[in-house]
């Protein structure tokens, strides 16, 4: 019923910048808090970055001052701008989204596919 589709990542250099963008749709009455997280191989998926419908934001420590979050409500999407990339940044990305469906549904949390994001040097 709600499906979120990526877009970006890549390869990118260490120091340089990436753009991801995942877009929710479907039968949408409301979107509670959008996220990013990310999992690198061995590894348990963490937190990256999540924002509230009122656009507060919490980061991970290890990337604040260097990614931002951002959402557009009337498109239902969320942004992660990612600077200063380094290499400990490497891992696939996941975006997800607590969703409240039309026709009184139910408040259920929703993952997008993952998208990998390699930095190197």
């Known amino acids: 019923q709600v499906q979120l589709v990526k877009s970006g990542g890549g390869l990118v250099q260490a120091g340089g910048s990436l753009r991801l963008s995942c877009v929710a749709s479907?039968?949408?009455?409301?979107?509670?808090?959008m996220g990013w997280y990310r999992q690198s191989p061995g590894k348990q998926r963490e937190l990256v970055a999540i924002i509230t419908s009122g656009g507060s934001t919490n980061y991970a420590e290890s990337v604040k001052g260097r990614f931002t979050i951002s959402r557009d409500n009337a498109k239902n999407t969320v942004y992660l701008q990612m600077n200063s990339l380094k290499r400990e940044d490497t891992a696939v990305y996941y975006c997800?989204?607590?969703?409240?469906?039309?026709?009184?549904?139910?408040?259920?949390?929703?993952w997008g596919q993952g998208t990998q994001v390699t930095v190197s040097s």
């Open positions: 997800n989204a607590e969703v409240r469906t039309t026709g009184g549904g139910r408040l259920n949390l929703y």
């Open positions: 479907g039968r949408i009455f409301s979107i509670n808090t």
